[in-house]
């Protein structure tokens, strides 16, 4: 028997291309598709590592790093999610390491000349509000940091977010609502408590 016609009526479909030629390109490794996916994204990942690490020197070097990862594993970006939601979740991943990375130096190896002179300097006028939330939000845990800057400031969902951080989007709404709860807590004493 040759075949039932139910099975030769079924189209058969074959592998489509990719709807995105960027995707093709970065993933046939073209120069001009990673300087154009690099361009159009670098922006974004640098403002989202630099509210992260609240370091420029840090946040430039994770932007890099998260762009050198991307483009050696862009052959494992299945399309699940967007490529900039991707791409954000790699970042992320870059930014909590290194972050990690710098808590274990510095556990290790205490500057005590910074210590005295921390000791010694005279107290300086209240620095204003941005300051202090900066402040604030750069010490929120890792996690609790993570989740408040891509919902509240970069303006993904807790569904995004779940997906680029590996947690469900429960666990998203629940490090908000905390993340959230620890800064009205710090910024409390400098702002009414109806602002926050």
Avoid at 1 to 14: D, H, Q
Avoid at 112 to 122: R, S
Wanted: aromatic share 6%; hydrophobic share 45%.
């Amino acid at each position: 028997m040759t075949g039932s016609p139910v099975a030769s009526a079924a189209p058969v479909s074959p592998q489509a291309p990719s709807a995105d030629p960027l995707l093709e390109g970065l993933r046939a490794r073209d120069a001009a598709a990673e300087r154009a996916f690099y361009e159009r994204h670098v922006d974004r990942v640098y403002r989202l590592c630099a509210r992260m690490t609240g370091r420029d020197d840090l946040a430039q070097e994770c932007t890099q790093d998260a762009f050198v990862r991307a483009f050696d594993r862009i052959d494992a970006f299945r399309g699940d999610s967007s490529l900039s939601t991707w791409l954000h979740a790699i970042a992320v991943s870059v930014v909590l390491n290194a972050l990690r990375r710098e808590k274990r130096v510095a556990d290790r190896h205490v500057d005590l000349t910074a210590v005295d002179q921390q000791a010694t300097m005279p107290v300086e006028s209240e620095p204003d509000l941005k300051v202090r939330m900066r402040q604030a939000i750069a010490a929120l845990p890792p996690g609790y940091r993570a989740v408040f800057v891509m919902h509240d400031v970069e303006g993904f969902t807790h569904e995004e977010i779940g997906v680029a951080l590996g947690v469900a989007s429960g666990t998203s709404k629940t490090q908000l609502f905390h993340a959230r709860r620890k800064l009205r807590v710090a910024l409390a004493p400098f702002v009414g408590t109806e602002t926050l």
